[in-house]
């Protein structure tokens, strides 16, 4: 569990130096805000399904911005499902890299079945595609490593996610908060974001604390 926790630490400095203090750590850092963009669109699609919608792309930009193409559904669980739902993906690779790492492989292989399906079922552009594959390439030779290995993997992309987010809070979903607003007004955006961010805090906190207890 050390061993664990000190990956969890490391990867976490890691991502922050790269990202404000190396010169151009931002392009070091930019497949992980991918990955992240695909979990947040990821997370608006589940959401959208889960609650009665349609689905007809998913967009990944180059620059790490990205929307997801949905109808019908619950709006207002749609448009938190960007944010709370890449949040809760990114804590389950998390979780399942430290508590399950008998099954970290089975949970690649989950990750490269989804981002095939987006790829092809949702394709919207021809860089999202070969972004996802790519990515799924990538996973896959993750997947060819030890179970040791490959919940470490799980560890460093769930951590890495869980940073982005957490940094990301205002700017990233800014648009969903938008919109959110529009429909619950009772209070302001800002806070809203605040809001929003303490959630995915206290789902990590719960995450780590269930992980290292």
């Not at 690649?108 to 390439?137: D, E, R």
């Amino acid at each position: 569990m050390q061993s664990k926790l000190l990956l969890i630490i490391l990867t976490a400095v890691l991502f922050w130096v790269f990202k404000f203090y190396v010169p151009y750590g931002l392009y070091i850092v930019l497949p992980i805000n991918l990955f992240v963009t695909f979990l947040h669109e990821l997370g608006h699609a589940i959401f959208a399904l889960l609650t009665g919608g349609q689905v007809h792309e998913v967009f990944i930009h180059a620059n790490g911005s990205g929307y997801a193409a949905t109808a019908g559904g619950i709006r207002l669980l749609i448009l938190m499902g960007g944010y709370i739902g890449s949040a809760l993906f990114g804590n389950l690779l998390l979780y399942i890299g430290i508590c399950k790492p008998k099954i970290s492989i089975i949970a690649l292989y989950v990750i490269i079945g989804i981002m095939m399906f987006t790829a092809v079922w949702w394709f919207s552009s021809v860089f999202t595609s070969i972004l996802l594959i790519v990515f799924s390439i990538l996973v896959f030779w993750m997947s060819k490593k030890s179970k040791v290995s490959a919940a470490n993997w799980l560890v460093i992309l769930g951590t890495a996610s869980i940073v982005y987010i957490l940094m990301d809070y205002n700017a990233g979903p800014s648009s969903d908060l938008a919109m959110f607003t529009e429909i619950v007004p009772i209070l302001p955006q800002a806070v809203w974001a605040i809001l929003w961010l303490l959630a995915v805090v206290v789902i990590t906190w719960r995450t780590l604390r269930k992980a290292f207890a």
